[in-house]
């Protein structure tokens, strides 16, 4: 790799990609579809997070919440308001669908946060599986809820008649661009921030550059405490988005 | 470390983890595993915990304001019977002061009619005594002038003639 190869005259040691290898949890072996790795470690602590703040917090059924209780309700009304307000009421049959989405992405990116964690959010192949899986369900209700009138969706009947099948190319185009905008804004940001607090890290070897490099790192660390709340919440808006135009393709 | 260096050297040949298409099978799996497993779990136990944690506090909430605004209504029933009260006290400690007002009016008129009548009695017998006093004091005026005038008489030598001198000083005393 170059940055390895510069790394032998400066002594600077740059990996700043290392942090997102899938490697097995026990043994050498190859990384096959069931092999337990650390995106399985890493998983199950995101779904241990879940478990902890909506079953366990909310365990006493208290009138008067603790705090953790408190956390979990907040977390439920805020999905359950954003579904209601951005994909209708009708929308809020699939509000089980898009909690999960959300709490396993927010978790998941908090947990990345942990120093020496896996960011399982920040693979493609994790975030391009819910995109597409949004994408499929979507899709798969417009037309089991409207049919062959569900296409009207790329067909603007307020534009004047000789635009229409232009901008129904361009519609059906961002159409299916959606699940690959939808997937890598979330994988790259989260990918991003780890990568250069990574580089900043490795820069902290240079003892008079420390300093600065320790300044760095903190206000990366408090911008990506930022995106991954953002990121989940923005991954999550875009599914209640998705969702109405699949409900509502009527403009 | 040395055989994760070595093992990362081998899988990272592509510079992005992420592109290492090799992981992906075992990270799609885990994804559905966990999301899977998630899904169960909210939709079994916590979301419909929390749904009823939240409607059974609206429900207390609403319940509370109702019985709030139960006693905000008996409050100002009281307050309604409070006011009546002061008022029925205001007005009968009123219908007693008038009452004694008019008792000792009565009371005091009574007593002036009897000390004036009694004021006029007095005065009455008294104008009684000073008119028998004033009877004598003119008898007795006419006693003395008859004495003095008998006495003069006699003193200058005249006969007594009480007759005379009598009806002389009577006469004189009407005049």
Same mark, same amino acid.
């Given at each position: 790799?170059?940055?390895?190869?510069?790394?032998?005259?400066?002594?600077?040691?740059?990996?700043?990609?290392?942090?997102? %290898? @899938?490697?097995?949890?026990?043994?050498?072996?190859?990384?096959?579809?069931?092999?337990? =790795?650390? &995106?399985?470690?890493?998983?199950?602590?995101? &779904?241990?997070?879940? &478990?902890?703040?909506?079953? &366990?917090?909310?365990?006493?059924?208290?009138?008067?919440?603790?705090?953790?209780?408190?956390?979990?309700?907040?977390? +439920?009304?805020?999905? +359950?308001?954003?579904?209601?307000?951005?994909?209708?009421?009708?929308?809020?049959? +699939?509000?089980?669908?898009? #909690?999960?989405?959300?709490?396993?992405?927010?978790?998941?990116?908090?947990?990345?946060?942990?120093?020496?964690?896996?960011? =399982?959010?920040?693979?493609?192949?994790?975030?391009? @599986? #819910?995109?597409?899986?949004?994408?499929? $369900?979507?899709?798969?209700?417009?037309?089991?809820?409207?049919?062959?009138?569900?296409?009207?969706?790329?067909?603007?009947?307020? *534009?004047?008649?000789?635009?229409?099948?232009?901008?129904?190319?361009?519609?059906?185009?961002?159409?299916?661009?959606?699940?690959?905008?939808?997937?890598?804004?979330?994988?790259?940001?989260?990918?991003?921030?780890?990568?250069?607090?990574?580089?900043?890290?490795?820069?902290?070897?240079?003892?008079?550059?420390?300093?600065?490099?320790?300044?760095? %790192?903190?206000?990366?660390?408090?911008?990506?405490?930022?995106?991954?709340?953002?990121? *989940?919440?923005?991954?999550?808006?875009? $599914?209640? @988005? +998705?969702?109405?135009?699949?409900?509502?393709?009527?403009? | 470390?040395?055989?994760?260096?070595?093992?990362?050297?081998?899988?990272?040949?592509?510079?992005?983890?992420?592109?290492?298409?090799?992981?992906?099978?075992?990270?799609?799996?885990?994804?559905?595993?966990?999301?899977?497993?998630?899904?169960?779990?909210?939709?079994?136990?916590?979301?419909?915990?929390?749904?009823?944690?939240?409607?059974?506090?609206?429900?207390?909430?609403?319940?509370?304001?109702?019985?709030?605004?139960?006693?905000?209504?008996?409050?100002?029933?009281?307050?309604?019977?409070?006011?009546?009260?002061?008022?029925?006290?205001?007005?009968?400690? !009123?219908?007693?002061?008038?009452?004694?007002?008019?008792?000792?009016?009565?009371?005091?008129?009574?007593?002036?009619?009897?000390?004036?009548?009694?004021?006029?009695?007095?005065?009455?017998?008294?104008?009684?005594?000073?008119?028998?006093?004033?009877?004598?004091?003119?008898?007795?005026?006419?006693?003395?002038?008859?004495?003095?005038?008998?006495?003069?008489?006699?003193?200058?030598?005249?006969?007594?003639?009480?007759?005379?001198?009598?009806?002389?000083?009577?006469?004189?005393?009407? !005049?």
């Amino acid at each position: 790799m170059a940055s390895e190869a510069n790394s032998e005259g400066t002594g600077l040691v740059f990996h700043p990609m290392d942090q997102f %290898i @899938v490697k097995p949890l026990f043994g050498d072996g190859p990384v096959m579809w069931y092999t337990v =790795t650390n &995106v399985t470690l890493w998983m199950a602590f995101s &779904v241990a997070a879940v &478990v902890l703040l909506l079953v &366990v917090g909310t365990s006493r059924r208290a009138i008067v919440p603790s705090r953790s209780q408190s956390i979990g309700e907040l977390a +439920y009304g805020f999905v +359950y308001k954003m579904v209601e307000d951005v994909a209708g009421k009708d929308a809020v049959g +699939y509000f089980p669908y898009i #909690m999960t989405l959300f709490m396993f992405i927010v978790c998941a990116n908090f947990l990345g946060l942990v120093p020496m964690s896996f960011t =399982t959010t920040s693979h493609i192949a994790v975030t391009a @599986v #819910m995109a597409m899986g949004v994408f499929l $369900t979507v899709t798969v209700i417009g037309f089991f809820k409207h049919g062959f009138s569900f296409l009207s969706l790329f067909w603007i009947s307020s *534009a004047p008649l000789p635009l229409r099948p232009i901008l129904a190319l361009i519609e059906i185009i961002s159409y299916f661009v959606r699940p690959v905008s939808h997937s890598i804004r979330l994988a790259g940001n989260m990918m991003a921030g780890h990568a250069v607090i990574k580089v900043f890290a490795a820069f902290a070897g240079i003892a008079v550059i420390a300093p600065l490099s320790v300044l760095a %790192i903190t206000a990366i660390y408090a911008l990506e405490i930022l995106v991954s709340f953002i990121q *989940a919440y923005v991954f999550a808006i875009l $599914t209640c @988005v +998705y969702l109405k135009d699949a409900l509502h393709p009527h403009h | 470390m040395a055989s994760n260096s070595s093992q990362a050297a081998e899988t990272a040949s592509p510079g992005m983890p992420q592109l290492d298409f090799s992981s992906f099978g075992n990270q799609i799996f885990w994804l559905v595993v966990t999301l899977v497993v998630i899904y169960v779990i909210l939709t079994r136990v916590a979301l419909p915990r929390i749904a009823d944690v939240l409607a059974e506090r609206r429900e207390s909430i609403s319940n509370d304001i109702a019985a709030a605004e139960d006693l905000k209504l008996k409050a100002v029933a009281a307050e309604e019977t409070y006011d009546k009260a002061l008022a029925d006290a205001r007005a009968e400690a !009123g219908n007693i002061v008038e009452g004694a007002k008019a008792e000792m009016k009565a009371e005091l008129a009574t007593a002036i009619s009897k000390a004036d009548a009694e004021i006029a009695e007095k005065i009455v017998e008294g104008e009684k005594i000073i008119q028998e006093i004033r009877s004598n004091a003119l008898e007795s005026v006419e006693e003395v002038a008859k004495s003095t005038a008998t006495a003069i008489i006699e003193a200058l030598g005249g006969k007594d003639d009480s007759k005379f001198v009598d009806k002389a000083v009577s006469s004189e005393m009407k !005049g």
